[in-house]
């Protein structure tokens, strides 16, 4: 079953405004990815961590990885209306196959205008 | 272009009608895995392969079946559809798993009456 959880699972956000959505592990990941996939569209690769406590940007997306490599958050500085779209983590448990990819539900994010 | 192919995009069938989803990368891939994604639920795995010859299952594979008997190439084989298999179903490949980044095709959506 799942055991990449995500929160929260929708947030409505007003253009300007920051958020941040959170991707919770019960055991530890080998590493996190990020994918975004827009509305009617398929899920595409934003980056991956895989350092303990690793911060990456990517304009005005940082992602975080916890110390404990159990959990990861996305942070979006001034949303945009490009940012609508649903954010998926996923990641490869520590003790499971390298081709079992866990994906969490995913966070689905509307942008006001 | 680089790209993983999936046809049908749409289908609508009915129960007990044997269907296939073919799915091909043109990156030279090793790595191939199938999942469903329903509302609530993100991307759930159903099969992956790491290799030609080498597939393995996912956390739902119940009614569904996989063949790699050509690196490009990952079939989805659902022998008895039933409703329940309604769903989109994305077709992704990756240089070998693991810490790779997933690429993903355009997703089929399937219904089964």
């Known amino acids: 079953g799942q055991q990449v959880m995500q929160i929260p699972q929708y947030q409505h956000v007003q253009e300007g405004e920051d958020f941040t959505t959170y991707c919770n592990s019960s055991t530890t990941l080998s590493n996190i990815q990020w994918y975004k996939q827009r509305p009617g569209g398929h899920p595409v690769f934003l980056i991956q961590?895989?350092?303990?406590?690793e911060v990456k940007k990517q304009k005005r997306l940082t992602f975080q990885f916890g110390e404990a490599k159990k959990n990861s958050s996305l942070h979006i500085t001034a949303t945009q209306t490009t940012d609508v779209g649903t954010y998926f983590c996923?990641?490869?448990?520590?003790?499971?196959?390298?081709?079992?990819?866990?994906f969490g539900a995913g966070t689905q994010v509307v942008v006001t205008p | 272009e680089a790209q993983v192919t999936q046809n049908p995009r749409y289908l609508i069938t009915v129960t007990g009608k044997k269907l296939t989803v073919t799915c091909s990368q043109n990156?030279?891939?090793?790595?191939m895995s199938w999942y469903r994604q329903d509302p609530g639920l993100g991307l759930r795995q159903i099969y992956y392969s790491m290799n030609v010859e080498v597939t393995d299952k996912g956390d739902v594979p119940e009614g569904y079946k996989v063949s790699r008997k050509e690196k490009r190439n990952f079939p989805l084989i659902l022998e008895s559809p039933s409703p329940n298999q309604t769903s989109l179903y994305f077709c992704a490949s990756s240089l070998s798993g693991g810490f790779r980044e997933l690429f993903f095709g355009e997703g089929s959506r399937l219904t089964v009456l």
């Open positions: 990156m030279n891939h090793e790595y």
């Open positions: 996923a990641g490869y448990e520590t003790t499971d196959s390298w081709g079992k990819l866990q």
């Open positions: 961590l895989v350092k303990s406590g």
